[in-house]
């Protein structure tokens, strides 16, 4: 199922997409196979991972070659993508009451709660990871590798950094409509600036004189948009589960959450415009660090 027989000889970018198609989906099923044998924080964690890089080099594929046959597959890890999001959601919200919890010793209740939907959530995923059959979804991608290796050629070098382009030119849309007040649109951002950056993680090696530390800075940025989310998550539960509970202390423990949340938010946008480091403003116009001769 996952072997490809295929010797790669094609330069530039169809090379790389091919070996990253071949690649993305080895490491996609090995950590497929991992998680039914052994169900764990971290086998779920790491086929998140490989689910969302397989995801990019389909993604880029559909942009340059539109298939239906992908946008299927894309579905289909998008639904995947969303249940392994929806168990995170819960284990980040574990981790921060490890961290606070002797500081705010109210959060017991509301530990045990999390505990509880978090076994809930890991019976149901198992379940589900279990009974899913790769088969019909082996098919999709090598049909979609021998399409590549048969219909790609050299031209592709230029198309492929065009989805790219796009996937910035979103980003940076959303970026100029951010409103500190209103924080889901640092979060629509970074939902654009994830996809973004997987992309660039993909085709870097095809960029001249790419700087090494660029990947860690895209990294970095993703990372101060994602602790706003978490904070909201986190906020919005933590006030679902008060609504059907009386605890002692709610308010100092709002004000607590508020101002954490109000500092991510603040470190976000005091470096908010290292955005524009990180990719061309246009496929017309030079690339940053080639205007700072790096």
């Known amino acids: 199922m996952n072997q490809f027989n295929v010797v790669l000889s094609k330069p530039g970018a169809c090379q790389l997409l091919l070996q990253a198609l071949e690649e993305s989906w080895k490491n996609y099923l090995k950590e497929l196979k991992r998680c039914?044998?052994?169900?764990?924080?971290?086998?779920?964690?790491?086929?998140?991972?490989?689910?969302?890089?397989?995801?990019?080099v389909v993604q880029l594929l559909q942009a340059i070659a539109p298939r239906p046959r992908l946008q299927k597959v894309m579905r289909t890890f998008q639904d995947q993508l969303d249940e392994l999001d929806d168990l995170r959601d819960t284990q980040v919200i574990l981790a921060e009451i490890?961290?606070?919890?002797?500081?705010?010793?109210?959060?017991?209740?509301f530990q045990k709660h999390q505990q509880i939907l978090e076994e809930k959530s890991l019976r149901s995923l198992r379940k589900k990871i279990k009974k899913f059959n790769p088969v019909l979804l082996a098919k999709r991608i090598h049909k979609a590798h021998h399409f590549l290796e048969r219909?790609?050629?050299?031209?592709?070098?230029?198309?492929?950094?065009?989805p790219v382009d796009d996937a910035y030119l979103i980003a940076k849309q959303r970026l100029d409509w951010v409103d500190s007040g209103r924080p889901v649109t640092i979060q629509r951002v970074g939902s654009a600036f994830r996809v973004f950056r997987c992309m660039v993680e993909l085709v870097h090696p095809?960029?001249?004189?790419?700087?090494p530390n660029n990947l860690e800075g895209m990294y970095r940025y993703q990372s101060l948009m994602e602790e706003i989310q978490d904070a909201e998550v986190f906020m919005q539960t933590l006030a679902d589960f008060f609504e059907h509970t009386s605890i002692s202390g709610l308010e100092s423990i709002r004000h607590y959450y508020e101002s954490r949340h109000d500092e991510a938010v603040n470190a976000y946008?005091?470096?908010?415009?290292?955005?524009?480091?990180?990719?061309?403003?246009?496929?017309?116009?030079?690339?940053p660090w080639e205007q700072r001769g790096e």
């Open 36 to 56: 039914k044998k052994e169900f764990s924080n971290e086998a779920v964690h790491d086929l998140r991972v490989a689910t969302r890089r397989v995801m990019t």
């Open 206 to 211: 095809l960029l001249e004189g790419f700087p």
């Open 98 to 109: 490890s961290e606070t919890i002797h500081e705010l010793p109210e959060f017991h209740g």
């Open 269 to 287: 946008i005091k470096d908010m415009n290292q955005f524009h480091h990180f990719w061309r403003p246009a496929p017309d116009q030079p690339f």
């Open 151 to 162: 219909e790609m050629d050299a031209s592709l070098d230029h198309q492929l950094l065009q």
